[in-house]
């Protein structure tokens, strides 16, 4: 008959006596220690970095209504969230508007929802203009419709840059 003696066996020694695998045993001693002897080993003091790297301009620099029929809002182009729209050609769908540099240095704000059936239109920079992905119909940089389907413009919002050209604001 086999005894254990408590408090005088290791645990090594037990968890043998009760027949488990090599493997098994790993698995118990990581269990054990906290996975540090494991190799999951995680030594950053701050795991969860801020992901926001500028959060004194309100998150994404993106302050203001973005979505429904009042639109009106600011973005911060110094905001390394929207950096990429100071160069022309470049182009972001931002709530319910695809703002667009121009390749010719205008910037613009539409609708991004097509007229044809509502899906999401984006900014060509090869033909500087607008096209649904859909079913491939083409607007101007100003809404007008180049090519159908889509029998009406998207609507267009008048887009306005600061003094410094740090600010865009879009609206209604
Ligand atoms: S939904 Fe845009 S062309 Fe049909």
Redesign the pocket.
């Known amino acids: 008959m086999n005894s254990i003696e408590k408090g005088s066996m290791k645990r090594g020694e037990f968890l043998r006596s009760l027949g488990l695998s090599t493997s098994t045993l790993m698995a118990f001693y990581c269990l054990g220690t906290t996975m540090t002897a494991c190799g999951s080993k995680n030594d950053d003091p701050n795991p969860n970095p801020d992901p926001d790297p500028n959060p004194g301009t309100g998150g994404n620099g993106i302050s203001g209504t973005t979505t429904g029929n009042n639109i009106n809002f600011t973005i911060d182009l110094t905001n390394s969230s929207n950096t990429d729209l100071k160069t022309a050609g470049n182009s972001k769908i931002i709530g319910d508007v695809l703002v667009a540099l121009s390749t010719t240095g205008n910037y613009v704000a539409l609708s991004k929802k ?6 999401t ?1 984006g900014y060509r920079k090869a033909q500087n203009d607008i096209q ?6 083409e607007f101007t940089l100003t809404g007008a419709v180049k090519q ?3 029998a009406s413009p998207l609507t267009a919002y008048t887009v306005t840059v600061s003094s410094d050209g740090n600010t865009l604001t879009v609206k209604a």
């Open positions: 097509c007229t044809h059936e509502g899906n239109v649904c992905p859909v079913h491939l119909s159908g389907p889509a």
